[in-house]
Structure formats: C-alpha cells, structure tokens
C-alpha cells in the first residue's frame, strides 16, 4: 500500500482520466474509476461505487456547464426523459432484492454486445464516405420529427465546430427512447455504473438524434439519475472523504479537458471512440457476471 | 438537413424558433452547474489540504476504518472547527446538490417562460427524486 498522498496522487489522476472519457462520451466515468480503485490501489468495492458515483455527478456537472452553453445539450430531450431515468432507478433498488446481480450483468453485456454492431457497422460507413468524398462526414444522417416529437417539441439544433455547420435536427420513437432511459435508470441503481451507455445508445440509436447531441444530453442526464443514488450512498457512510476528494477534484478537471474536445472532434470519431468503451465495458460486465476479477 | 425541410414534423423554422426561446433557460442551467461545480470543487480542495496537514502519518487503513459522521447537521458543526475531513464532506454534499438545485432553478425558469407542459414535467422529476431520496433513508 503507497503512502496516502501518493495515492491521493494516484488517484487524482486517474480520475483525469475518467472525466475525459465521461464528459466526452456522456458516460459518468465509473468505468475508469470503479476499476482503478477496486482492482489497481484495492479499495473495498463499496467505497469504490460511492466515489464512482461522486464521479459521476462531477463529470455531468463539470461539462454540461459547458455543453448547455454551447447548446450541444437538447435540454428539452434531457428533462423529458429525466422522468424515465429517475422512476428507472427507483425500480431498480426493489429489483435488486428479486433478481440475482449475475444476472443481471451478463443481461447488460448481452445488450452492449449486440448494440456494437451497428454503431461499428455506422463507423465504416462514414469512413468510406470520407475517403471517397473527401469531405468530413457529419457521423449523422438528420431524420425529421415524428408526431409525438413535433408535440414536445423535441427537435434541436448546434452548431458543429468540426463539421464547420450548423445541424439542426428532429427526433423520432420518443416511446422507445422513453423504455430504454427506464432500463438506464435501472441499471445505473443497480450496477453503479452503466446509466450512460444506454442513455446514448437510446437518444442516438433509438431516436436518431446526433452523436454529439446524444453523449452531451446524456451527460446532463446522469448528474439527476446519480444525484438520488448519491443522497443513499453518502448517508450509508460509502462515501469516503479521502478517496472522494481527489476523485471529485480530478473529475472536474478531466471534464473541462473533454468538453473542449468534443467540439473539436468529427462525429465519426466520437462514435468511434464511444464503439471502444462500450465493448471494454461489455467485457468488464460479463467479466463480473461469471465471476471473474472484482 | 432535406428530412427536416419535407417532413411533416417540425419544420426548421419552428425547431430555431423553439430552441431561440430556450436561451434564457440554457444560461441559467449552465451558470447554476457552473457555480455548484466551482464552489464544491473550491471547498473539497480546501478541505484536502486541511486534512493533509491535520493528518501527517495517516495510512489509508487509517482512514477507511474512522467512523466519520454523515449526517448533515454533525458535519456542519465540524465544519466550524475547523476539521478537513468536515470539510470535504460538505464539499461532496454541495456537489451532490448541484444537478438538483439545476432542476429546481429550470421549474422556476420555464414558469418564467410559460413553459407551463416543461414546468410539470421537470416538477415529476425533482418528486420523483425527492422520493427517491426518501425511499433511500427509510430503507
């Protein structure tokens, strides 16, 4: 065991690093901390989800700061389905007690295994369009609103520093999008980390809305799904000052350092990069479903 | 971007016309993250380098196993003497609070707004999170 200001230290910076992946991908960043903590330096794993959910909230805050200012965040989408997120994690404590947690996280990895394809499937599409055309593919194709949308008035727009255009886009199958925040909800109650996977994967896959715009609201989202599990966890003593602090700091910084390059990155990349982590949390889930490691 | 202009949903102009109205909204939500984040963050820091120097030789052991007190009330009296770890943890709970004050503030601005389907809807969420908060400390 190091010295506790070299872990402090340690700490620190691999929380850098999962602000950097969260707020770009509009995950909360449990999937850096929680193995860093529990597996790397051999923190008790409940002290590891309570600083993974400190992690979370920071990340969201941190950078929807700065995505909400720069409207990549549909702030309409976000509170919508915050109904669906925060009545998901509600559920998902009950649930608990009736279904098996093995279950569960091979049921989570099935689902991301199976969401993989198309999102790689999409990336290789937008390259091949890239080279041939030699001009940077916005990674989306826009559709436009459908009833229940246009009555909610759910479609968005930003401006893409990347792209060099602005996009202004609809959104459609808000009842399926609504089903899957439920299951985010759930899972992110359950599982500690997660929330943000589905999140994306339903504003981008299920309602067709932009890559960026997607992880971006997403990340807005999980600050108010967390926000609830935080409240437990803190008042359960989980949440460990020492361990907490350096993960908050590093978080906060992490995420100034994403924002800045989301709005530089092509849309493609972002998927690109989103593809990766989602196949590395897969594994890390079925990893934990059957057993194996922390 | 030609889905949009033939689609019998929304048509461009009405997309604009909505998200123009929601500038006001955007800043407010973005000033108040803005603000929870920097005060938290400023607090936790405060509190590490006061933990730091009250605790010199301290091994992790140490600290994982020091019953800390979490409620609210208790660590607030620490706060006032002085004591990094009472600090931190009001830190955490001002960062906890931050994407709640975020929902509470947006009611009041789409209220402000005429809003008024947005202010029902975020008026679910910030119940159904207080409920949450409920459930959590009577179960």
Known sequence: ??????????????????????????????????????LFLHIPIQLAIGASIISVIATSSGSAATYVRD????????????????????????????????????????????????????????????????????????????????????????????????????VRNVPGGFGIMYLAGIFSALLGIGGGVFKVLAMDTVMGMPIKASTATSNFMIGATAAASAGIYFLRGDVNPVIAAPVALGVIGGSYIGTRLLSRLAGSSVRLVFAVVMALIAVQMAFKGFGIGG | MDAIKQGQGETKEEILATTAKLRRMELVVSAVLRIGVL?????????????????????????????????????????????????????????????????????????????????????????????????????
């Open chain 1, 1 to 38: 065991m190091p010295h506790i200001v070299v872990l402090v230290i340690i700490i620190l910076l691999a929380s850098v690093v999962a602000g950097v992946v969260g707020s770009l991908l509009g995950l909360g960043g449990g999937v850096v901390v929680v193995p860093a903590l529990s």
């Open chain 1, 71 to 170: 409207r990549l965040t549909n702030l309409r989408v976000g509170m919508f389905l915050e109904i669906a997120t925060t009545l998901g994690a509600i559920s998902g404590a009950y649930i608990a007690t009736v279904v098996h947690g093995n279950v569960l996280f091979i049921v989570f990895a099935a689902v991301l295994l199976y969401s993989l394809y198309p999102q790689i499937t999409r990336v290789i599409r937008e390259r091949r369009q890239f080279a041939k055309t030699q001009t940077r593919p916005p990674g989306d194709t826009l559709i436009a609103s459908d009833r229940i949308a246009t009555s909610l008035a759910l479609g968005g727009t930003f401006y893409d520093p990347a792209a060099k255009r602005q996009f202004i886009y609809g």
């Open chain 2, 39 to 139: 005060l938290s963050g400023g607090v936790i820091l405060l509190g590490l380098v006061l933990f730091f120097a009250q605790h010199h030789g301290a091994a992790l052991d140490d600290i994982t196993k020091v019953p800390f007190s979490y409620q609210p009330g208790t660590i607030i009296g620490q706060v006032f003497h002085g004591s990094g770890t009472a600090i931190i943890l009001l830190g955490l709970m001002l960062l906890i609070l931050t994407p709640v004050s975020r929902i509470a503030v947006s009611i009041v601005t789409f209220a402000v707004e005429h809003d008024w389907r947005y202010v029902v809807i975020t008026t679910i969420v910030l119940l159904i999170l207080l409920t949450s908060f409920a459930l959590g400390k009577a179960g």
